[in-house]
Structures are given as C-alpha cells and as structure tokens.
C-alpha cells in the first residue's frame, strides 16, 4: 500500500530498473571472463587455423539473429520474464557443460564444443531484446537516457573482467572461466 505498482505481483516496478541493471553488470562480467577468448580456445586447443576461427565466429551472428526471431516467438508464448529465464539458464548450463567438456576425456570432441558455443550464442541474443524490451517498459520517458547512461559503465566492467578471465585461464585453464561465467 502506497509504494506504488507492482511488477508481476512481486517486485515494485520502481525496483525493476535496478534489478535490471545489476543482473546486467553480473551478466557481462560472466561475459568478460570468456568471450575475448574464444578465438584463442580454438586456435590453442583445436588446433583450428585463423580462417576456420574466422569462420565459427561469422556464423555465430547468423545463429544469433536467428536466436532473435526465436526469443521474440517464446516472448509471445510464454511471455518476456519467462523467456529470459528461459534464455539465461540455457546459457549458464551451456557454459557449464563447456568447462566440463573441456574437463572430461572428451575435451577434443570440436564438434560438441561449436554446437555447445552456437547454443550459447543463441540463448544470448534470446535474453537481451526480452531484456531490453522490459528494462523500457518500467523506466518512464524522461528518464531512459539516465539509465541508458549506465551501459558505458558496463562496458567499462566488461573490459577489466577480461584481464582477470587472461589471468584465469592463465593459471587454471579455459574451462575454470566457463564454470565461473555458469
């Protein structure tokens, strides 16, 4: 009573930005510590020459805009919340079962590693329009600029946890950066 609508029956919706944004900046940390190192991964321990890394690494956008239309139709049937939920956990059991496939007797299977990283870059283009959709949604016109502001201070994280994912896989292997990123 008197603290405003509620979102979903559970948090306020002045709430929601914040939530939004912390689970943003949790997010690209995850993401900092592995996506700069992909073309390494291939290359080191596949093998794989720069033309093949070229390769997987241009047909992630494809599989990404078709992870777009995806999260647009789960957004439609279960609904935007849901389907970034949906999309999230995907990504975190992806990444999980990276670093155990990487820890397992079947670390060189490249095959299981490129369709686990195609799922996972599926799963990611599924959050973020769900994500961002909402995110305007529960922020009043005047001030999204504010809050869109907050993006470059993302960023700005995105780019140190690289250097601590470097660190990482330095010490304790690829793998070790995809159960921290889970």
Known sequence: PG???????WLLRRQVPFRMNLAN???????????????????NKYGLSPLLVLLIQLIAPASELGGAFVGMALAKMLGRVETMLLGGSTVALSMAAMGALLA??????????????????????????AMGSLFMDTIPPKERARWESLSTIHQVNF????MLGGYIIEVYGYGATFYVTA
């Open 3 to 9: 603290e405003g609508p509620t979102w979903y029956g």
């Open 25 to 43: 900046l949790l997010w690209l940390i995850g993401d900092g510590l592995t996506s700069p190192f992909w073309s390494l991964l291939f290359m």
């Open 159 to 162: 780019s140190a946890t690289a």
């Open 104 to 129: 397992s007797s079947y670390s060189d299977n490249l095959s299981l590693m490129i369709a686990l990283f195609s799922l996972r870059s599926v799963a990611m283009s599924v959050v973020f329009p």
